[in-house]
């Protein structure tokens, strides 16, 4: 299984990018998969995720109403649409998929079996 993740670079505050994530070996409408993000010395933090149905999407408080996560299970490729970034949305960007997530753990990094390479999104102020 392998995910990889594009779409990162610099942007200027209030600016937009397009992340995409495409998986090979890995059936993205039967896993729950998602979105993370790690900025320097901090945690890994979900950002947003589908559930394993792909009926339900789930957000950081944090992003609420500027990124929107979406899929294609035709292209078995996870996108996250971001729009008025902010300089805190500084962060290495990770798509993850997992066979077994449960809703109540969608957000916990450690529920997930498969990891992108990550993808850098700085914004600048």
């Known amino acids: 299984v392998q995910l990889q993740a594009s779409g990162g670079g610099l942007v200027q505050a209030g600016g937009s990018l397009r992340l995409s994530c495409v998986a090979s070996?890995?059936?993205?409408?039967?896993?729950?998969v998602g979105w993370f993000r790690q900025a320097p010395g901090k945690e890994r933090e979900f950002v947003a995720g589908?559930?394993?149905?792909?009926?339900?999407?789930y957000y950081a408080d944090s992003v609420k109403g500027r990124f929107t996560i979406s899929r294609d299970n035709a292209k078995n490729t996870l996108y996250l649409q971001m729009n008025s970034l902010k300089p805190e949305d500084t962060a290495v960007y990770y798509c993850?998929?997992?066979?077994?997530?449960?809703?109540?753990?969608?957000?916990?990094?450690?529920?997930?079996?498969?990891w992108g390479q990550g993808t850098q999104v700085t914004v600048s102020s």
């Open positions: 993850a998929g997992g066979p077994t997530v449960i809703t109540s753990s969608l957000k916990l990094s450690s529920a997930y079996h498969y």
């Open positions: 070996r890995l059936t993205f409408s039967t896993f729950a």
């Open positions: 589908f559930s394993r149905s792909g009926n339900s999407q």
